[in-house]
C-alpha cells in the first residue's frame, strides 16, 4: 500500500485530482445556478442523470485520493512516534475505504 | 571548528553538519548546526505567503472533517422526500449555519490556494513579489467568498 501512493505518483494524484475538482466544482455551481434545486423530485432526478453520476463518481475517487495524500502529509509532519504515524496512516486508509463504500453506496441507490 | 563526526540529528531534528550539501558545508554549517530556535507563534510575524502555507494545511484538515458530513448529507438528501426536507430544514438553524460558513471559508482558500500552488508550479508567480501579492489575494479573497456565503446563508 505503501509503494503505490507515494512520493511522484503521491504528487501526480494530488495535482491532477485538484484539477479535476476545481471543474467539477465550477460545473455542480453552474448547474445550480441555472437550475435551483429545491424539490426533492429535481434533486433526485438531476443527480441520477448518468452524466451527473458519472461526475460525482470521478469527484469522490479525485476526493478520496487527494485526501489520501494531504492527510498523509500532515500525518507525515506531525505525528511521532513513527509507530503512532503508521497506526494512523493505516487506520486513515481503512476510513478512506469506507468513506468510498458509502459513497459507491449511495451513488448505486440512486440508480434504484 | 570541525564538524562532529557522527551523523545524527541534532536536538531540534535537522541532519548535522556534516551532512549538509556544498562547498560552503564548513564553518557556516556548524553555525547553522547551533543556530537559536525560535518558534512563539505569538510573537512571530509570519509573512503573508506563510499565512496562506498554513492556512491551506488548516482549511485542507477542516475540510477533511467535513467530508463525512457533507456524505451523510448527500445521503440523506436523496433517500426519500422525508430525508431532503430533513436537510434543508437543518440549514435553517444558526450553528448549521455557521459550521458551513466555516466550510465554505475552508473551500475557498483551500481551492485559491491550490490554484496558487499548481500556478507555482509552471513557474507563474514565483518571484517573491508577485507570490506576496497573490498570497494576500488568496486570504482575502477567501474571507470575502465567506462573507458572500454569509449573505445568503442570513
Given amino acids: ?112 | 571548528m570541525t564538524p562532529p563526526a557522527d551523523q545524527k540529528l541534532d536536538a531540534s531534528g535537522n541532519r548535522s553538519a556534516s551532512q549538509l550539501p556544498g562547498p560552503r558545508a564548513g564553518a557556516d554549517a556548524v553555525a547553522l548546526l547551533h543556530r537559536p530556535v525560535f518558534l512563539d507563534l505569538m510573537r512571530i510575524q509570519m509573512p503573508v505567503g506563510a499565512l496562506t502555507s498554513i492556512g491551506h494545511r488548516i482549511s485542507g484538515v477542516v475540510l477533511v472533517a467535513s467530508v463525512p458530513i457533507a456524505i451523510y448529507l448527500l445521503g440523506l438528501s436523496l433517500r426519500d422526500e422525508t430525508g431532503f426536507s430533513q436537510v434543508t430544514a437543518l440549514f435553517t438553524r444558526f450553528a448549521v449555519k455557521a459550521a458551513a460558513l466555516v466550510m465554505v471559508w475552508a473551500l475557498a482558500q483551500h481551492v485559491l490556494g491550490g490554484v496558487r500552488h499548481l500556478l507555482t508550479d509552471f513557474e507563474i508567480g514565483s518571484p517573491l513579489r508577485v507570490a506576496r501579492r497573490t498570497a494576500w489575494f488568496v486570504n482575502l479573497a477567501g474571507v470575502a467568498v465567506a462573507l458572500i456565503a454569509a449573505g445568503v446563508l442570513w
Fill in chain 1, 1 to 112: 500500500m505503501r509503494t503505490r501512493f507515494t512520493g511522484l505518483k503521491a504528487w501526480w494524484v494530488q495535482r491532477v485530482s485538484a484539477v479535476y475538482m476545481l471543474l467539477f466544482v465550477l460545473f455542480v455551481l453552474y448547474s445550480f445556478a441555472s437550475q435551483p434545486m429545491r424539490a426533492f423530485p429535481q434533486w433526485h432526478a438531476w443527480m441520477a442523470r448518468p452524466v451527473t453520476s458519472v461526475a460525482f463518481l470521478a469527484f469522490f475517487a479525485a476526493l478520496l485520493g487527494h485526501m489520501w495524500v494531504g492527510m498523509r502529509d500532515v500525518l507525515l509532519d506531525y505525528a511521532r512516534p513513527v509507530a503512532l504515524r503508521q497506526v494512523l496512516l493505516f487506520a486513515w486508509a481503512f476510513g478512506l475505504l469506507g468513506l468510498g463504500l458509502w459513497l459507491l453506496w449511495i451513488l448505486l441507490r440512486l440508480q434504484g
